[in-house]
């Protein structure tokens, strides 16, 4: 358990910083003791019709007036090189595109900036994490990308850190209840909105409402229910939340290649050759259809 909330601001500004650099939007995140959720959304395509000034716009955005050691050069000086076209240019905009729209790269820059940050805090050497992380596909714009991004601001509710997920610092419900504004882009276009309001704070806030009681720990999925019960209803009839769902660890959603509606993750599968990926040729449902006009949530474990 070494972030303390030191660290975790540290953390957040780093992955604030290479977010901008590489062209991705912060959904949400969480921060916690021992490991951290980050869920981003991205365009290649994005990156690769980028002008130069948007180039130099995100390498500022990280840097700043420092110089970058992978370039040897500050953002000023890549301005002029890139507006005069010299002949290192597009050797430049090439090595700093290659570091763009590419999850695994976000990921080990994250990671390898905060083992730095860490080292010269305390002193000391080698790395800070232990494992590899790892990367789930979701689709956009769909049940499942909200239900991933809630489940991530659970984080903390699960671990027992808050009764609220909007009483926890350093996700990016909380962030955005604190009213910052990045934050609130984020929720917003989970909830498929452009702009934050307090009618869409609202209907995700209402996602992450839990029904555990004062000190009660999170329950199984399967005891949520009392047997013989309809799916979905408690004791009283009364509606089971979302959140009271994903109060229950869901592994599908950290462990899984792939989440979405079944066509989609089919179709995510064909195209990129998984014709035999694990669990059998149909994927798997991780949550089902909350009605007659929603589809089952489901994903895919790829061959090893």
């Not at 840097?63 to 000023?76: D, F, I």
């Not at 850190?161 to 419900?173: C, K, N, P, Q, R």
């Not at 009213?179 to 909830?191: D, N, Q, T, Y």
Request: charged share 30%.
């Amino acid at each position: 358990m070494l972030m303390d909330e030191e660290a975790m601001e540290a953390m957040r500004q780093i992955m604030r910083s290479q977010a901008a650099f590489a062209g991705m939007e912060v959904l949400t995140y969480c921060f916690l003791a021992n490991h951290f959720h980050i869920f981003v959304r991205l365009d290649p395509k994005e990156t690769e019709n980028l002008d130069d000034a948007s180039l130099v716009r995100r390498f500022r955005a990280l840097y700043g007036a420092t110089r970058c050691a992978s370039v040897g050069l500050k953002a000023e000086e890549l301005e002029v090189i890139l507006a005069k076209n010299r002949n290192s240019a597009e050797g430049i905009r090439r090595r700093l595109k290659a570091r763009m729209s590419e999850v695994s790269v976000f990921m080990r820059e994250v990671k390898t900036r905060f083992t730095l940050w860490y080292n010269r805090k305390h002193g000391t050497v080698g790395t800070f994490w232990a494992e590899r992380f790892r990367s789930v596909v979701v689709e956009a714009d769909t049940e499942a990308q909200r239900m991933v991004a809630a489940y991530i601001d659970l984080n903390p509710v699960r671990a027992g850190l808050v009764e609220e997920a909007a009483d926890y610092t350093f996700s990016g419900f909380g962030e955005a209840c604190a009213g910052e504004s990045a934050a609130r882009r984020g929720i917003a276009r989970v909830e498929g909105k452009p702009s934050w309001t307090t009618q869409w704070h609202e209907r995700y806030r209402a996602r992450l409402c839990s029904r555990m009681g004062p000190g009660e720990r999170p329950r199984r999925l399967a005891d949520q229910r009392p047997s013989g019960e309809a799916e979905g209803k408690d004791r009283q009839g009364v509606g089971v939340t979302e959140g009271s769902r994903l109060l229950s660890k869901i592994r599908a959603f950290s462990e899984s290649w792939v989440v979405g509606s079944f066509a989609w993750v089919e179709s995510f599968c064909a195209a990129n050759g998984w014709l035999g990926y694990r669990r059998g040729r149909k994927a798997k449902a991780v949550v089902e259809a909350g009605g007659a006009d929603s589809e089952a949530i489901v994903s895919a474990v790829k061959r090893h």
